[in-house]
């Protein structure tokens, strides 16, 4: 799909080539508009949960704004470390930063109905998580062998399973609506259904940048019906100041042990996501592996670019896969291209104005798109998981680690009598999940025989590589 405007095929290999301007310069907006939606959703969720956000007629309403105008602001910031670095930070690789599903089933728990105040405890985990996910750089390439395909297929699908509720809840009405008229109402539907049925049909039907935008697009159409239905309200827009800076320790910092430890367990995660990004990039633009150096730069910046986001109110920030994508689709390598990107992200985070008029997003058009945003991250996590040589042994792995992590994420009622911190740790079943699966790769090499799987199989089994014997052991 490259254009030979451009430059040839030799200088749209090379990170360090510099397209004519008046070419960068949509290429780069190209690459936020693909993110766009990712990158600030996450905001929305949290301060949801934390009771200030959508439908809850909280005063606090404008920290909403706030935390959205940081998102826009740090993933610029975090994906300028990858592009120009820093010293031994940034791979210095047309990489888009922006924030991380990941850490959301993690941070519902910390913030549920604690309104504003809580979001302190999240920016402590956030900068020492960050912290840790920056010191992973050192040895990264030496610890990926303990999350194979297995684990990272399995922690994948279970963050999808963990938000799937969540747009279902946001396409209804939101969790204000709970138990009204309005909940699940026709109308509400209508709004969010607009959204999915845009989204699909740009997906299937469209090509290019239509089909990578497919999500945005159906907003905005979702957000014009909703217009036109009079469901959207503009108040906050005037009263948003046209201009304003990020803030030091705007929503203050708390250290949370249980914060702390679901963070750094995450990062471990997001950061073996970062190189398989890292791999992506050069594999599909430049046609080469990632070298240590890259990789260990990009860890750093994912780090460095998380701590920095947690000091100034924003969440985790990690590699965006769907630019990784968007790269091999253009063709075009250019690291100036992504920093240009950037700095359109960091002037969008300046002006509160953008942030309000998100804001005014009805919460059912953005139903519409979380759905079919997180029910592609499970998709993900299934497409990791075709990786898997589906011997007994990974299917018992596998099997036990979801059932466990899965059900306490749909109970989470049977943990009322651990400890606090404990508590918080298990109830989205991600980090649970992670352990066991970790642990049992670890520690069993051996392969199951049919006679340990079949009378706990009920009568199922796999057709795929799990049903022949296999010799090698992942």
Known sequence: MSDATLGTPEQLRDPNYTPPILKAVPLGIQHVLAMFVSNVTPAIIVCGAAGF???????????????????????????LFQTIGLGPVGARLPIV??????????????VVGKGVDAIAVLMGGIVVGGLFHASLGLFIGRIRFALPPLVTGL???MIGLALVKVGVQYAAGGVPAIGTEEYGSGLNWLMAGTVIVVTL????????????????????????????LGQVNLGNVGRAAPFAMPNPFHFGIEFSFAAIIGFCAMSFVSAVETVGDVSGITKGGAGREATD???QGATFADGLGTAVSGVFGALPNTSFSQNVGLIAMTGVMSRTVVTIGALFLIICGLIPKIGAVISSVPIEVLGGGVIVMFGMVVAAGVSMLSDVTWNRRNMVIFAISLSLGLGLQLEPGTLQHLPGTFKVLATSGILPAAIIAIVL???????????????????????GLGSIEQSDHV
């Open 155 to 157: 922690v994948v699908t």
């Open 293 to 295: 150096k890259e990789i």
């Open 97 to 110: 930063q922006g924030t991380s599903f990941a850490f959301i089933p993690i941070m519902i728990p910390l």
């Open 201 to 228: 049909g740009l997906k299937f039907f469209a090509r290019g940048m239509l089909s990578v935008s497919a999500v945005l697009i159906g907003l905005l159409v979702g957000y014009v019906v909703a217009f036109a």
């Open 53 to 79: 956000g959508f439908g809850s007629n909280s005063p606090d309403f404008p920290q909403m704004i706030y935390m959205i105008q940081m998102s826009m602001f740090f993933a610029g910031v975090a994906t």
């Open 441 to 463: 790769n670890l520690v069993l090499r051996e392969e199951l025989s049919d006679e340990a799987t079949e009378e706990v199989s009920g009568g199922m089994a796999g057709h």
